[in-house]
């Protein structure tokens, strides 16, 4: 009996997952992005955008507010330790950046606070698993694709190290670069559950936006996520 309670007392509890809305037009479609946090999740920053079924961005439904704001809790360093600032990380979300092609003043095109992301599409990022209620600027009708691109910084491994770039300081925010996951989905099929997918890694300091489809270098950059999939009304 000692042994069936122990047992019993060290069953995992089921994940719990957090929801938030974004968006702004209430009568259109609504994607719910269910993710599931993985053994080496530790506050990754995330973009989920939509785009055609060729791959071609259509907007923005999702990204971290320190990136969509262009202002990081750990920014400025002027006093001799980190504090809140403005500040521009380029290896953080790159491939969901240059898709979304919107220059700054800077002449980069990640946002700022001049320049940022609506509070409709931006919000806090989440700790845990979550999902994400996210309603179209538009009705959807057709065949669609799915982006999710996730990092996290300081995620060192064997192949991308402290010391694989020394004189790019963009690379060391980043270290293993940022991973971009994508499904494809068609609103003939509403209320079918689709999995993204990992289909590449995103530039390690953020110099281009280009999609590099080897992935054999990615160790615990993968396992950041578990599962993420999406359904759609």
Not at 5 to 34: M, R
Not at 66 to 90: C, D, M
Not at 182 to 206: I, M, Q, R, W
Request: aromatic share 12%.
């Amino acid at each position: 009996m000692l042994i069936l309670a122990i047992a019993a007392s060290a069953k995992k509890k089921p994940e719990t997952f957090s929801n938030y809305v974004y968006g702004k037009n209430d009568q259109c479609t609504v994607l719910s992005l269910k993710f599931e946090k993985g053994k080496e999740h530790n506050h990754p920053l995330y973009a989920v955008w939509l785009a055609d079924a060729d791959g071609k961005y259509i907007q923005t439904l999702y990204v971290s507010k320190s990136v969509a704001k262009g202002y990081f809790e750990h920014g400025s360093k002027n006093t001799g330790k980190w504090l809140p600032g403005e500040i521009q990380r380029p290896a953080t979300l790159p491939y969901w950046a240059h898709q979304r092609g919107v220059m700054n003043e800077l002449g980069t095109y990640m946002p700022t606070p001049k320049k940022p992301v609506p509070d409709a599409y931006s919000g806090a990022t989440p700790l845990s698993s979550f999902v994400l209620n996210m309603k179209t600027d538009t009705r959807l009708k057709g065949k669609y694709r799915i982006y999710l691109e996730l990092n996290q910084s300081w995620d060192w491994n064997e192949y991308w190290t402290n010391n694989k770039y020394p004189d790019d300081k963009e690379y060391k925010t980043s270290s293993q670069p940022a991973v971009v996951y994508s499904a494809d989905f068609d609103t003939d099929n509403a209320g079918k559950e689709v999995e993204l997918k990992p289909v590449g890694h995103s530039h390690y300091a953020g110099s281009d936006g280009q999609l590099y489809t080897d992935l054999n270098t990615l160790t615990t950059a993968l396992k950041i996520a578990k599962k993420i999939t999406l359904t759609f009304n």
